[in-house]
Structure formats: C-alpha cells, structure tokens
C-alpha cells in the first residue's frame, strides 16, 4: 500500500476527490480514505466489486 500512499500524496490534497476507474480490491479507495482524501471506485467485476466494498468498509471501522 505504500506505492499508492505515495501515488495519492504526491496528486492529491486532504479533502480531494479523485476518480480510479478500475478499482480492482479498491485499494486506492481505502487508502484515500485513510489519508483523508474521497475517491470513486468504479469496478465491473462483481467479486472485486464486493471485496473492495468489504476492505473500505472494514478500514472505516478501525479508523474511526
């Protein structure tokens, strides 16, 4: 995750929104989540659809 924690970082600001069209296990979502940015996670696949739901899901929980 620290690829994407960089990635993020170095494009977005705390309170941006960006867009990652194939959003696989939605990694990017839950990081920028954990990093105070919004993200929109677009995925056709319907197991990596509910993974990534799962994943964001579970690190709003532990973050709060």
Do not use: C, H
């Not at 959003?23 to 659809?49: C, H, L």
């Amino acid at each position: 995750e620290s690829w994407f924690k960089n990635i993020i970082e170095f494009f977005t600001n705390p309170g941006d929104k960006f867009l990652d069209p194939f959003s696989g296990s939605g990694t990017f979502p839950k990081v920028a989540y954990e990093m105070k940015r919004q993200a929109i996670g677009i995925e056709i696949n319907e197991v990596d659809y509910k993974l990534s739901l799962k994943r964001i899901y579970d690190s709003t929980r532990t973050n709060q």
